[in-house]
């Protein structure tokens, strides 16, 4: 079983920056493949950013030059720097281990918005 906090969200205004952290306890973090997720009102919940334990990335096509996922296995936690951002990143933003073990934090809110 694999604990994630997720932290960071809020308000900002397009154009700015977030970075959002996840911070994870109770298995082998660095064993972990991890992402991050979002989920709009009204829409289905969405990959932004994956990240392997060799620190392969992978992204969504929309946030392709604009965030970056990291991990440091140090301190079981991993990132997602949010740069550019426009209204149509504003969501409930997860942090998941996806394998091998599956477990999902409870979210962080990003709202981008003048």
């Known amino acids: 079983q694999v604990q994630l906090v997720e932290s960071g969200g809020g308000l900002v205004q397009p154009g700015g920056s977030l970075r959002l952290s996840c911070a994870a306890s109770g298995s082998a973090f660095s064993r972990n493949r991890m992402g991050w997720y979002r989920q709009a009102p009204g829409k289905q919940r969405e990959l932004v950013a994956a990240?392997?334990?060799?620190?392969?990335?992978n992204y969504a096509d929309s946030v392709k030059g604009r965030f970056a996922i990291s991990r440091d296995n140090g301190k079981n936690t991993v990132y997602l720097q949010m740069n550019s951002l426009k209204p149509e990143d504003t969501a409930v933003y997860y942090c998941r281990s996806i394998y091998p073990v599956d477990s999902w934090g409870q979210g962080t809110q990003v709202t981008v918005s003048s």
């Open positions: 990240i392997t334990v060799t620190g392969n990335t």
